[in-house]
């Protein structure tokens, strides 16, 4: 008796992968795994590709809102800036660096937040369960944040400062241990040079409280010290008449927002008596004006005759 031969079913194609692999191949086995072999490799190329472009126009959106071409960077108009206008060249500078800085963190959380996706939906596309990988990489993380917590507390730190712009390219300030002029604001680490030109590295994270000489306004304060017989009101008139003459000169005038005050005695000794005289100047100039009335007081009181202090009449101690 002849046998029938068994004919093969073909495959049932639940979607249109398997059906178009069968019509193009003819082969059972291809058709069944067209959905692994074909479709979730596509699907998954997809991800990465759209990933990249999203994170692409992403980045190319923040390099656009830092660059201000010379201007004030979009970025920085909605954040409040505190750098003095006198600053000069070094106020785009300064802003450059803030915009950038603020910019690369953008970045880096663009980034991570899209690449993460994209991880997350290929994990998901290969049927794998990512409640326990995300569950592990939540204690990794805690794990890291703990092992480099003085590093995260150094980068935080420096974020609020850039969002707050408590100091900046150009800046004089007090860090505690270091004093000098801003060169250099990074996420991790400040950089500044002192008045002997030593460069100091200051980790943000350590900052605990920054004098900042640059905002708003400066005081140029002058003590003069006379001694003890001297007539204090004669050498008020002459402190307002030199500071009067001092301010007034070219190189000063524009430094200077108010007029010279006398405050008057300060401090008695018997040795002498010390007069205090103040001059609201614009930021980083306060130095300069101290010098200058310094030098011309000291020679117009001397020219007038006022009694020096006792210390400056005593010779000199033989060795």
């Known amino acids: 008796m002849n046998q029938i031969p068994f004919a093969l079913e073909p495959p049932k194609c639940a979607d249109a992968w398997c059906t178009q692999v069968l019509k193009i191949t003819g082969n ?20 990465l590709l759209i990933a990249v472009l999203i994170r692409m126009l992403a980045h190319r959106v923040i390099d656009r809102l830092t660059s201000g ?36 963190v953008l970045k880096s959380v663009v980034s991570f937040i899209v690449y993460g996706l994209a991880f997350v939906l290929a994990l998901g596309e290969l049927g794998v369960n990512i409640a326990p990988i995300i569950a592990s990489a939540g204690i990794v993380g805690v794990a890291l944040g703990f092992g480099a917590q003085n590093l995260v507390k150094d980068f935080l730190s420096g974020m609020f400062m850039m969002l707050e ?65 001297a007539d204090v009101d004669q050498v008020t008139e002459i402190l307002t008449r030199v500071a009067g003459e001092v301010v007034a000169e070219e190189q000063f005038k524009d430094s200077v927002i108010e007029p010279p ?57 033989v060795a």
């Open 261 to 317: 005050e006398v405050l008057g005695v300060e401090k008695v000794t018997p040795e002498s008596i010390t007069i205090r005289m103040t001059v609201k100047v614009r930021p980083g100039k306060q130095y300069a004006v101290q010098r200058a009335l310094r030098a011309r007081t000291m020679a117009a009181v001397e020219e007038a005759g006022v009694p020096a202090p006792l210390n400056r009449l005593l010779p000199p101690p």
């Open 165 to 229: 712009d408590q100091y900046g390219v150009g800046d004089v300030v007090d860090l505690g241990e270091a004093k000098g002029t801003i060169e250099a604001v990074g996420l991790r680490i400040t950089t500044l040079r002192d008045i002997n030109g030593t460069v100091w590295y200051v980790r943000n994270g350590e900052i605990l409280r920054v004098g900042n000489s640059s905002q708003g306004f400066a005081v140029a304060t002058l003590d003069l010290a006379v001694g003890y017989g």
């Open 28 to 47: 059972e086995w291809l058709a069944a795994s067209a959905n692994w072999l074909v479709a979730k490799p596509v699907k998954i190329v997809m991800i």
């Open 69 to 104: 071409k010379g201007k004030m960077p979009a970025l920085l108009r909605p954040l409040r800036e505190r750098a003095p206008q006198a600053l000069g060249a070094l106020l785009s500078d300064r802003r450059t660096q803030r915009a950038k800085t603020i910019g690369s």
